[in-house]
């Protein structure tokens, strides 16, 4: 009980620090700190979207970061089409429409993959989930016409109901919200009964099978909100750097936002936004050190997975949400 509240207590410090503390570094003339928040929580967002089907569902998918890469493009091929293919239309920068076209096709790639990938376990959907998205990172890499692999500066961001994403601040405060909001509805799915039979399938998914639960159906659901959920986080990406390349959907990428993950905890609900922090804060700060950062990178995680098996959050809380 008390590493609950100890834990509980430090949750909502380290929230209010990452609302706070950027708006106030950037209204003292430090603008860095604040787009290095924004990559944060945007990131964070993606993460907690894996955790959804890796820390509850058990599910280890090493392709996440092909839904950035479409929630990214479905912000950044209207645009390109508005301002250089004479395809003049509001939809274009419309930022409702773009969103919703990320996140309708990041769930419309999960349903589809998610399908066939379910139908494998362990190692093998491992395996398929990478190829899945490297897939898809050879198609955008192959499209000359938006960039290839130099990839596509996207002219202008998109066209929100009261806010402004040419505004610094109104984009970071977007993605805190957005953040905010990924967490509960994770958190509210996992205690939920759909959520149970998630986890249960994790621990035992041949007792839920016998006890007449279609556990392929819940997962694949999880699958779909998962991926679209990544989706949007992708176009808060493209918004954000304004630029978008197949390079940010690499296998790579998909390993990184496992770290994230694995560092700050699975299976929690601000695991996924710790390990965020600690992924970007370490890379920013090892990255200026030596240009062999990715060594001590590992190191970190091997002895996060041998003498903190709950990650960051393990240490505060132990095991559990």
Not at 305 to 318: E, H, N, P, W, Y
Request: glycine fraction near 12%.
């Amino acid at each position: 009980m008390f590493l609950t509240k100890r834990s509980s207590r430090i949750t909502l410090v380290v929230m209010a620090l990452l609302l706070v503390m950027p708006v106030v570094f950037y209204n003292t003339g430090n603008e860095f700190y604040l787009d290095l928040a924004t990559r944060l929580v945007i990131l964070g967002i993606a993460a907690v979207s894996l955790n959804l089907v890796l820390g509850y569902g058990g599910l280890v998918s090493f392709g996440h970061a092909a839904y950035i890469g479409i929630g990214s493009y479905a912000v950044g091929i209207p645009v390109y089409h508005e301002f250089y293919g004479g395809f003049e239309s509001v939809a274009s920068t419309n930022g409702l429409f773009q969103i919703g076209l990320a996140v309708g096709l990041s769930a419309l790639f999960a349903l589809i993959t998610g399908a066939i990938s379910l139908r494998t376990k362990g190692v093998y959907f491992i395996m398929i989930t990478m190829a899945f998205a490297q897939m898809v990172y050879y198609l955008f890499l192959s499209l000359d016409e938006y960039g290839g692999d130099d990839g596509l500066v996207i002219e202008m961001r998109s066209q929100l109901p009261l806010v402004d994403l040419d505004n610094p601040i109104e984009l970071f405060l977007l993605c805190y919200v957005s953040l905010a909001i990924s967490m509960l509805i994770v958190r509210t799915i996992i205690h939920s009964r759909f959520g149970m039979v998630l986890q249960g399938a994790k621990g035992n998914n041949e007792r839920l099978i016998t006890l007449g639960y279609n556990t392929y159906l819940y997962r694949l659901t999880a699958y779909v909100i998962s991926g679209a959920m990544c989706g949007f986080a992708g176009a808060l990406m493209g918004n954000f750097s304004s630029f978008i390349s197949p390079e940010m959907m690499g296998w790579s990428r998909s390993g990184e936002l496992m770290f994230m993950v694995i560092l700050g905890g699975a299976a929690t609900t601000m695991g996924p936004v710790f390990g965020s922090i600690a992924f970007i804060l370490v890379e920013e700060v090892l990255s200026s050190l030596t240009i062999y950062w990715h060594l001590p990178f590992g190191l970190m995680l091997i002895g996060v997975v041998l003498f903190a098996r709950g990650g960051l959050m393990g240490i505060l809380r132990g095991k559990g949400d």
